[in-house]
């Protein structure tokens, strides 16, 4: 069983920039397909990004692309999620989670494992 712990949140300005990190322990990091998931006040928990085991293949909600990019560590077992011209509306508590299989998948219930999350909010 795998644990996650994320860090790197904070408040910046819009335009601004911060990277998200996510330690794992307790598994074997490399056998994980990891995902980024973040969850707005009031709304539902949403898929942002997910990368595969070798780091090779991504996958990114449309509202991200071009502003995030996710990426992995598999001798650090860490993953991370940089994001770039933020936004107001990128407000939001951003977890990681993992999956032990091997295709990329949007879904929450696909993955197994997952962090307790850390606050990102961008003022405008």
């Known amino acids: 069983q795998v644990q996650l712990v994320e860090s790197g949140g904070g408040l910046v300005q819009a335009g601004g920039s911060l990277r998200l990190s996510c330690a794992a322990s307790g598994g074997k990091f490399s056998q994980y397909v990891m995902g980024w998931f973040r969850q707005a006040p009031g709304k539902e928990r949403e898929f942002v990004a997910a990368i595969s085991r070798g780091g090779v293949n991504t996958d990114y909600v449309d509202s991200v692309k071009g502003r995030f990019t996710i990426s992995r560590d598999n001798a650090k077992n860490t993953v991370y999620l940089q994001m770039n011209s933020l936004k107001p509306e990128d407000t939001a508590v951003y977890y990681c989670?993992?999956?032990?299989?091997?295709?990329?998948?949007?879904?929450?219930?696909?993955?197994?494992?997952w962090g307790q999350g850390t606050q990102v909010t961008v003022s405008s």
């Open positions: 989670a993992a999956r032990n299989r091997v295709t990329l998948v949007r879904g929450s219930s696909e993955y197994s494992y």
